[in-house]
């Protein structure tokens, strides 16, 4: 396997074409990731199977959120991705985050090719707001078995914010 870090970068920040590497399909209790350090995905827990993944759950490549992770992507599509693959992804917004007291934002995207849906989605004014109710849900309460009140969503912003994460994360990758 190839290390994502070394043969991708974060893609067209300021055109709004990211890469993703996938981690988690949608509809998984397995905490997969990717592992910097030996540059391989590792299995790190299994979640209870009712905190399952409400989408697909991955990392750009090439940054660093304030958590000292690679920053994470919500991949929104129909159908659940495999593990281990990338694609090239629609910045669409960005999910305030907080997980035990530390920065740990997501960005929102879509793939930056959907024919399926006729690249409807261009803004999460776009997503069907149940959607967004689940992510909320999701991110809110998934460690109340382990470690209840310790994750906050602090909201849903637009694209603006989600570049300008992204950007941060860039800056932090480089000075590292």
């Given at each position: 396997?190839?290390?994502?870090?070394?043969?991708?970068?974060?893609?067209?920040?300021?055109?709004?074409?990211?890469?993703?590497?996938?981690?988690?399909?949608?509809?998984?209790?397995?905490?997969?990731?990717?592992?910097?350090?030996?540059?391989?995905?590792?299995?790190?827990?299994?979640?209870?199977?009712?905190?399952?993944?409400?989408?697909?759950?991955?990392?750009?490549?090439?940054?660093?959120?304030?958590?000292g992770d690679e920053l994470d992507a919500l991949i929104?599509?129909?159908?659940?991705?495999?593990?281990?693959?990338?694609?090239?992804?629609?910045?669409?917004?960005?999910?305030?985050?907080?997980?035990?007291?530390?920065?740990?934002?997501?960005?929102?995207?879509?793939?930056?090719?959907?024919?399926?849906?006729?690249?409807?989605?261009?803004?999460?004014?776009?997503?069907?707001?149940?959607?967004?109710?689940?992510?909320?849900?999701?991110?809110?309460?998934?460690?109340?078995?382990?470690?209840?009140?310790?994750?906050?969503?602090?909201?849903?912003?637009?694209?603006?914010?989600?570049?300008?994460?992204?950007?941060?994360?860039?800056?932090?990758?480089?000075?590292?």
């Amino acid at each position: 396997m190839a290390d994502f870090n070394k043969i991708l970068d974060a893609g067209d920040v300021d055109g709004g074409i990211i890469n993703v590497v996938v981690e988690i399909p949608t509809g998984s209790n397995h905490k997969i990731e990717w592992n910097r350090q030996l540059a391989c995905f590792e299995l790190d827990r299994v979640e209870p199977i009712a905190f399952a993944k409400p989408c697909n759950y991955g990392f750009i490549p090439q940054t660093l959120d304030e958590d000292g992770d690679e920053l994470d992507a919500l991949i929104i599509t129909d159908q659940p991705l495999s593990t281990g693959i990338f694609l090239q992804a629609k910045v669409i917004g960005v999910m305030k985050f907080v997980d035990d007291g530390e920065v740990d934002d997501k960005i929102i995207v879509v793939p930056a090719d959907d024919r399926n849906n006729g690249n409807a989605y261009n803004s999460l004014a776009d997503l069907p707001e149940q959607l967004i109710k689940q992510l909320n849900f999701h991110f809110s309460h998934y460690k109340d078995l382990k470690k209840a009140g310790t994750t906050v969503v602090e909201g849903f912003f637009g694209i603006d914010v989600a570049t300008e994460v992204i950007k941060e994360s860039q800056k932090r990758w480089n000075e590292q």
